[in-house]
């Protein structure tokens, strides 16, 4: 499913590294899992959750069977975001990302041509991308909470696909002062700590990179980046 930031295109090389020294059973945490792109690629004890209420229901009613719709108008858009509460979570989550330009939470209807000049059905698009992923995300624990709140059991493995400072903003506002002192305390008490992101403090190194072009970058008109996955220098 269309989702900003969705890591769907490097998930693999990302997991060729996070999950090299996992445990049989070991958990693998994501407590940020926005549309589960990495995490589908992932097997045994999984944890996967989001601050966004809407999402977290979505993937929760995708597991237990429900169909996404094949159309949704831009006035029945216009109407679910306005009216949120009159709808099923489900879908309103999937509305507000799957039916959404570039899958922005609810940051404009989608719309635009295929290459044969037709018009694009992205909802029907999203649908059959998120029902692949039924299988995938079977067994899945899916809490609702702030990531500073979530329950990780011990010596846990923790991917973070964090808000990139100075890029696009998602639904909500997010400290990386605080995040980033967070991911210092969870290393030190025995957690694998791995975080994406463009930059990061001077105690975490870049273990990985790949060049890419991503509509979330603010302080240019270049839409060319390096993305990276940081690790703790203590974890060397």
Sequence with gaps: ???????????????SIIL????????YVEPFVGSFSVIDKV?????????????IELFKAIQDGWIPPETV?????KEIRINKDKYPAC????????????????????????????????????KRSILKQVAKIKGIIIPNKNYQ?????PNSIIYCDIPYKNTTKYKDDFDHIK???????????GHDVFVSEYFAPNDFVSVWSK???NFLTKETSSKHCIEKLFKHKSKF
Excluded: H, T
């Design 1 to 15: 499913m269309r989702y900003m930031g969705n890591k769907n295109r490097y998930a693999k090389d990302l997991l």
């Design 20 to 27: 090299k020294d996992r445990r049989c059973d070991q958990w």
């Design 43 to 55: 097997s045994g004890n999984r944890i996967a959750n989001d601050i966004n209420y809407y999402l």
């Design 73 to 77: 108008s831009e006035a029945e858009y």
């Design 91 to 126: 879908l309103v989550g999937f509305v507000g990302f799957g039916c959404s330009y570039a899958g922005k939470w609810f940051g404009g209807y989608a719309r635009g041509a295929a290459n044969n000049g037709k018009s694009r059905n992205y909802c029907n698009e999203n």
């Design 149 to 153: 709140e979530l329950q990780i059991p």
């Design 179 to 189: 995040f980033w002192n967070w991911a210092r305390n969870m290393i030190n008490i």
């Design 211 to 213: 060049a890419v072009n």
